[in-house]
C-alpha cells in the first residue's frame, strides 16, 4: 500500500500564497490520477484539484485561476500551489492517488487564511 505524505500547510494572510507538496512512498507505474482535497469544520470533503500521470488537470471552480496542481512524476510527487487565498479556503488539505482501482489518502495538513 502506498504511503502519501504532505507538507506545506500553515497560517497565511487572505491574498497571500503557499504551496502543498504530496509525495508516495514509491513509484506509481500505472496510469494514475493524483489529487488534492478539502474538508472545511462542520462540511463534507470537497475536491479541489487533480491531475493525471499524463499531465491532464482538472479543478473546482472555486479555485480556478488561483490555485495550480502539478506533478513530478521522477519524484513521485504531486504540488498544490495556492495563490489569492481567501478566509473560505480555510481546511484540512488532503492528497489523494487513484490507481488501478485502488485509493491512498494522506494524513491531511491545516491551511487556515486568515482576513
Known amino acids: 500500500q502506498v504511503q502519501l505524505v504532505e507538507s506545506g500547510g500553515g497560517l497565511v494572510q487572505a491574498g497571500g500564497s503557499l504551496r502543498l507538496d504530496c509525495a508516495a512512498s514509491r513509484n506509481i507505474f500505472s496510469y494514475n490520477v493524483m489529487g488534492w482535497y478539502r474538508q472545511a469544520p462542520g462540511k463534507q470533503r470537497e475536491f479541489v484539484a487533480t491531475i493525471t500521470s499524463v499531465g491532464i488537470t482538472e479543478y473546482a471552480d472555486s479555485v480556478k485561476g488561483r490555485f495550480t496542481i502539478s506533478r513530478d512524476n521522477a519524484k513521485n510527487t504531486v504540488y498544490l500551489q495556492m495563490n489569492s487565498l481567501k478566509p473560505e479556503d480555510t481546511a484540512v488539505y488532503y492528497c489523494?492517488?487513484?490507481?488501478?482501482?485502488?485509493?491512498?489518502w494522506g494524513q491531511g495538513t491545516q491551511v487556515t487564511v486568515s482576513s
Open positions: 489523494n492517488l487513484w490507481a488501478s482501482g485502488n485509493n491512498a
